[in-house]
């Protein structure tokens, strides 16, 4: 996991890896969201907003995510729906999930939820079966009707491919790719392509290290680009704290004392 700036670009603030793990190739990726989202909570460098492959988008971390506070941007995960027509087409209810239309304008004659938590959209036979779109169309006839049968989970996603085709969505998610220079610096720079080590612990511990000294790398750059910023900081950052300082310097000399002491007098 990696900071990045949206808006223009502050050399003052250098993105930083803030979580990095290390896991068998067996295990899937969509299950390491969330142990990352809940260890950078507990250090107090939780993120806002979270950008996300495919892997990581499934509707369960999705839902996971926004209920610890965080916006997670990511493809829907799964096949695609039918280019032609598809559940993102038609109009729902926001607080019910219920069709209100479908892409053609048709409005359902009924709209119910089964005793599963199941959906059905009931519309007019006749009206469908002449419908251009019908051959392509999700709702199929039935012996009275023509049925749409789905649940709130297809709703969510829906809405979510819905949201895929905007600029909004475009705009946001281009950022992700900004990892992979990361990843390209992180094999290059300092070596993680290549360990010399064996064995799930030492790999983790080797990795880590090597994150750490990227951090350190990007660091010193920032320092190097902007020197006067970096002092101001620091200043800024001693004033604030200039309490704490004041009383870890009177236990220190009141350890040193005593450590003076003992050397002196052999007590």
């Not at 502050?10 to 068998?24: G, H, N």
């Not at 260890?39 to 993120?47: F, H, K, L, S, W």
């Not at 369960?60 to 829907?76: D, F, M, Q, Y």
């Not at 350190?216 to 704490?244: H, K, V």
Request: charged letters at 30%; one cysteine or more.
């Amino acid at each position: 996991m990696e900071t990045y700036q949206e808006e223009k670009q502050d050399y003052t603030k250098p993105d930083l890896i803030t979580y990095i793990e290390v896991e068998q190739a067996h295990k899937h990726d969509e299950n390491a969201l969330q142990p990352a989202i809940d260890n950078t909570q507990e250090r107090g460098y939780g993120p806002e907003e979270l950008q996300g492959d495919t892997l990581y988008g499934s509707d369960e971390n999705v839902r996971e995510a926004s209920s610890k506070g965080v916006e997670l941007i990511a493809p829907v995960k799964g096949p695609t729906e039918s280019p032609a027509v598809g559940l993102k087409d038609f109009e729902f209810e926001d607080d019910t999930g219920f069709i209100t239309c479908c892409p053609e304008g048709n409005k359902p004659q009924r709209v119910k939820r089964t005793r599963k938590k199941n959906i059905n959209a009931r519309f007019n036979k006749e009206v469908c079966s002449a419908c251009l779109r019908y051959d392509t169309c999700p709702v199929k006839s039935g012996k009275k009707a023509a049925y749409l049968r789905y649940n709130d989970k297809h709703v969510r996603l829906a809405r979510r491919r819905a949201y895929e085709e905007t600029k909004e969505f475009l705009d946001k998610h281009r950022w992700r790719a900004g990892i992979e220079a990361t990843n390209s610096h992180l094999k290059s720079d300092v070596g993680a392509g290549c360990l010399r080590v064996r064995g799930m612990t030492n790999v983790r511990f080797a990795i880590v290290l090597k994150a750490l000294g990227l951090n350190i790398i990007r660091c010193a750059n920032t320092i190097a680009a902007c020197p006067l910023s970096f002092l101001s900081s620091i200043w800024t950052l001693i004033t604030q704290n200039l309490g704490r300082l004041t009383i870890h310097y009177s236990i220190l000399s009141i350890y040193l004392s005593k450590n003076r002491y003992l050397f002196l007098f052999g007590y």
